[in-house]
């Protein structure tokens, strides 16, 4: 079951509290779903190990940088939140984790989110982990509007941190289009998994109308691109450079890049 939990895979802003309004829909592209999210790591090293655990369990995860400097771990795309909740329940009985919470869909209606925090048990006890459920304050909602804004400043928080997903194993060297998806899986849509795909889907936007959370597009043409950042105004994109380089922040007047692009598309 676990080999087919598909990578939270994208504003899930879950990113203690980021964003919470409903993304717009464009044609081959859909909204996340209720995630999990786990673990909470001052230092990156430690959230890289517990991703690289989930994958080795063969689930899609990513790590993440919240608002307030902690890293997380992020993964799944659920219909249901009580189907999130027993994935989640069963990496908790399987020691694969110790807790978690479950990420609601962007735009999901109420007044509060729901924290579920599963207990591991002790060696001596068998019973099933116990679900403790918390209450938060309340999130205010995002108009759709925003969500461009939210995307780029996401992805400002990854800048400095070493991408290391996509590629051959998500963690020996994180990719331009890995470090996108993982943005906007935050961000609650989920976009397709190459720069590529990427490309084929969305609204198409001129340099001159970029604003911010646009993805810009590099390459020889619109069907061999092979680098892909995210648009965070003043002329300026967040991107993973190469595999196993940290995160950061280009100009696209930067001669290289000016040879090179192809386009920009637009998600929300």
């Not at 996401?154 to 070493?162: D, K, L, M």
Request: hydrophobic share 35%; aromatic share 10%; net charge positive.
């Amino acid at each position: 079951m676990l080999r087919k939990v598909r990578m939270f895979t994208l504003c899930l802003l879950l990113l203690a509290p980021a964003a919470t309004g409903c993304a717009a829909q464009r044609a081959g592209l859909k909204s996340i779903g209720y995630a999990i999210q786990v673990g909470a790591f001052s230092e990156v090293k430690n959230a890289e190990r517990l991703t690289r655990k989930l994958q080795g369990e063969g689930i899609e995860a990513f790590y993440f940088k919240k608002e307030n400097g902690i890293y997380a771990v992020r993964f799944g795309d659920f219909d249901r939140r009580e189907d999130a909740r027993k994935v989640a329940q069963k990496l908790v009985k399987d020691r694969v984790v110790s807790s978690y919470f479950i990420a609601p869909p962007q735009g999901e209606r109420g007044p509060v989110r729901e924290t579920s925090i599963g207990k591991a048990p002790s060696a001596s006890i068998s019973k099933p982990p116990v679900a403790v459920k918390k209450r938060e304050e309340p999130v205010a909602k995002r108009d759709r509007s925003d969500m461009g804004n939210i995307a780029a400043r996401t992805a400002e928080r990854f800048v400095g941190i070493p991408y290391r997903w996509g590629g051959d194993t998500v963690v020996d060297g994180m990719d331009c289009s890995g470090f996108v998806r993982a943005v906007y899986n935050l961000c609650g849509v989920n976009i397709p998994r190459t720069s590529r795909e990427q490309y084929r889907v969305g609204d198409v936007v001129g340099r001159d109308e970029l604003k911010d959370g646009d993805l810009v597009f590099f390459g020889v043409s619109g069907d061999e691109i092979n680098h892909v950042g995210i648009y965070v105004g003043d002329g300026r994109f967040v991107h993973a450079p190469r595999r196993g380089d940290d995160i950061k922040v280009s100009s696209l007047d930067e001669s290289y890049f000016v040879r090179k692009f192809v386009g920009a598309k637009r998600y929300f």
